[in-house]
């Protein structure tokens, strides 16, 4: 009973009208937050459920003597991954601006730079990046290494990203913009941008998420995030699945407040009925 | 204002769309562009509003000649306002905002005086309580009048409005003429392509009948709907007045 009232269905209808009941599945007037609860808690039963079958003993004490190491590898990713959102939203917001320039040169050079790194694995990029960029200029801050080339290879896909949003606001927008006399730069802060962001929310959420799981790789440089640490907690204790659950769980609590945060300004951002 | 146009061209590709167009109006408050779709009304009318450059030949406004360069043209652009068929607001602000946009961000005036500016007129054309919803909570007749206002909210030398009525239904035509109509009584000099036969014979102090790119038939209102000398002209008014 009780939960029949949190789905919307009163005892009376579930006997007298099956045609009603059908109809008000369909439509049940629970809360969509509501919703994402019930399911998250089925899913995660499910897995612990799963969990449970493997054969052999869990062994958490051994993990649990090492979390400072978890919790540490956390932050790392945390900071790194901020670090690189940040970067990466505006280099992305430069290049689709060389994308969409007017001189055949910048447009060349912004093409090349979005087609050369998506074109190569971010494996390669950080080794090359690392091993090869960085000493030859001087830099030797792994750190800043790991952030800097994180930011390049995501502000590549951002590129395209925006310069689709761009491209989708009509012309008859900048003419306007023109008619009232701003100028190109006003015109693209004041209404070609604003409009476009929106477009492009959904987009680039998606591409912030997928940055911090590729956050993952700089371990190959030696940068001890969390998947490194986690697979160093695991090289000790020879407790697979115990190091490896709470790394994924320490990317959903990363992951999951960025989507929320891209639904609500997405809801924020909606101007059309 | 007096408005001299002389051998004016302009090609898109292999199209020429203005054909060496010449006209000269007297002192006129309001001239009415018409005639058939794409004979060029409204690509004069962007030359005229400094949105484009044509390919060849000049314009001129009172003494002063438009210069076919983009910061001269922004200037201009500045001093004129322009109205679109397809009203072209900035849709992610409300109508109250899109108002107040070009006050703030081109003519240097702080928030708050431009928000003062802006209630009376609002008020004036009934827009009142409608000023903090986005385009697309406005109707057509709605959104058409708020951009006749952000043009005019500037004070503008002149007015250039292309087709202003013809993406709306009869009952929002009607306000939007209403609207046009106050404008004129107010002294705003004005330049209009419509299709609207009988409210151009009404407010317009000249007419000039544009088809294939070249001005064919000009003059008062009355000589030019009634005794066309252009046969082509004849046709035209024949067809659309019957």
Sequence with gaps: ???????????????????????????????RSFAHIIVATVV?????????????????????????????????????????????????????????????????????????????????????GFYVVA??????????????????????????????????????????????????????????????????????????????????LLSVIAISELTLNAQEVNSFTYSTLESYVPLAIGYLMLTLPLSATARWLEASFRYER | MRLTIKDLTQTFGTTRVLD????????????????????????????????????????????????????????YRRSVGTVFQSYNLFPHLSARENLI?????????????ALSRVEEPLKRFHLYEHASKRPAELSGGQNQRIAILRAMIVKPKRLFLDEPTS????????????????????????????HAMNFARRVADEIAFIGDGRALAHGPANLVFENPENPRVATFFEQVLR
């Design chain 1, 1 to 31: 009973m009780f939960f029949a009232r949190f789905l919307g269905v009163t005892a009376g209808t579930t006997h007298l009208h099956s045609c009603k009941l059908s109809k008000t599945l369909y439509a049940m007037n629970m809360s």
């Design chain 2, 20 to 75: 060496k167009l010449s006209l000269e109006t007297g002192s006129v408050h309001a001239l009415v562009l018409v005639g058939p779709s794409g004979g060029g009304k409204s690509t004069l009318l962007r030359i005229l509003a400094g949105l484009d450059t044509p390919t060849c030949g000049t314009v001129t406004f009172d003494d002063t000649v438009l210069q076919p360069n983009e910061a001269s043209l922004r200037l």
């Design chain 1, 135 to 216: 000493n030859a200029v001087g830099l030797e801050n792994r750190f800043v290494v790991g952030t800097l080339v994180l930011a390049a290879f995501s502000g590549a896909y951002m590129a395209e990203i925006f310069r689709g949003g761009l491209n989708a606001i009509p012309k008859t927008q900048r003419d306007s913009a023109r008619a009232i006399g701003l100028t190109r730069w006003q015109s693209f802060r004041l209404v070609v941008l604003p409009q476009a962001v929106r477009l492009v929310l959904p987009a680039i959420a998606g591409q912030l998420v997928s940055l911090i799981k590729d956050s993952s």
């Design chain 2, 101 to 113: 946009l070009p006050l703030v961000h081109v003519h240097g005036l702080s928030r708050e005086e």
């Design chain 2, 167 to 194: 993406a709306l239904d009869p009952e929002m035509t009607a306000e939007v003429l209403d609207m046009i109509e106050s404008l004129k009584e107010s002294g705003t000099d004005f330049v209009l392509v419509t």
């Design chain 1, 44 to 128: 995660t039963i499910l897995l612990i459920v799963a969990c449970f079958q493997v054969p052999g003993d869990w062994n958490w004490s051994g993990v649990w003597e090492y979390r400072q190491k978890f919790i540490s590898g956390w932050l790392m990713t945390l900071g790194l991954s901020l670090a690189a959102l940040v970067l990466s939203v505006a280099i992305g917001l430069i290049v689709a601006l060389f994308l969409a320039a007017r001189n055949p040169l910048v447009e060349a050079t912004g093409r090349i730079y979005v087609e050369l790194i998506r074109g190569t694995p971010l494996l390669v990029q950080l080794l090359l």
